[in-house]
C-alpha cells in the first residue's frame, strides 16, 4: 500500500525525470522513451521507473539497459532539481503493461473467430429483435 506522500513523491520523480531524459540523455539507445509510472519503496530510497517504447524486444531492451547506465547521472540531477531528504536510487524496467493488454486483445480476436463463437450480427441478449 503506498501513501499518499509516497504517491506525491513517484509523481514528481516521474515528471523531472521524464523532463531529464527529453532533455538530457544524449544516448541513442534510447530512442523515444514513455515513463509510465514510478513506484517509490515506503522509506523513498529506491524507485522502480517503469519505461515503455514502441519498436522491437530488442530495442526496448536496449532502451532499458541505456536508462539504466545513465541512472547515477538522472540520480544526480534529480537531487539538483527536487528537495527530498534521501535522493532514491533508480532501477529502470520495461513496462510490460501494453504488451499484456495487446496479448488479450489478440486472444480474444481468437476466440471471437472461431467456429460456433456468436456473431456480431447476430440479436444477443442485449440486443432486442425489432432494434
Given at each position: 500500500?503506498?501513501?499518499?506522500?509516497?504517491q506525491?513523491?513517484?509523481?514528481?520523480i516521474?515528471?523531472?525525470?521524464?523532463?531529464?531524459?527529453?532533455?538530457?540523455?544524449?544516448?541513442?539507445?534510447?530512442?523515444?522513451?514513455?515513463?509510465?509510472?514510478?513506484?517509490?519503496?515506503?522509506?523513498?530510497?529506491?524507485?522502480?521507473?517503469?519505461?515503455?517504447?514502441?519498436?522491437?524486444?530488442?530495442?526496448?531492451?536496449?532502451?532499458?539497459?541505456?536508462l539504466?547506465?545513465?541512472?547515477?547521472?538522472?540520480?544526480?540531477?534529480?537531487?539538483?532539481?527536487?528537495?527530498?531528504?534521501?535522493?532514491?536510487?533508480?532501477?529502470?524496467?520495461?513496462?510490460?503493461?501494453?504488451?499484456t493488454?495487446?496479448?488479450i486483445?489478440?486472444?480474444?480476436?481468437?476466440?471471437?473467430?472461431?467456429?460456433?463463437?456468436?456473431?456480431?450480427?447476430?440479436?444477443?441478449?442485449?440486443?432486442?429483435?425489432?432494434?
Amino acid at each position: 500500500m503506498t501513501t499518499h506522500r509516497a504517491q506525491r513523491v513517484a509523481d514528481l520523480i516521474r515528471e523531472v525525470l521524464a523532463d531529464l531524459v527529453r532533455r538530457d540523455v544524449r544516448d541513442p539507445r534510447v530512442g523515444i522513451v514513455t515513463l509510465a509510472a514510478v513506484r517509490v519503496s515506503p522509506d523513498l530510497k529506491h524507485a522502480r521507473v517503469f519505461v515503455s517504447s514502441l519498436g522491437e524486444p530488442e530495442a526496448r531492451e536496449a532502451s532499458v539497459e541505456a536508462l539504466n547506465h545513465a541512472a547515477p547521472f538522472l540520480r544526480r540531477s534529480l537531487g539538483k532539481t527536487v528537495r527530498l531528504k534521501y535522493v532514491p536510487a533508480l532501477l529502470f524496467v520495461a513496462d510490460t503493461a501494453q504488451d499484456t493488454g495487446l496479448r488479450i486483445d489478440r486472444l480474444l480476436d481468437e476466440i471471437g473467430n472461431e467456429p460456433g463463437s456468436p456473431e456480431g450480427d447476430e440479436p444477443g441478449p442485449d440486443r432486442g429483435e425489432d432494434g
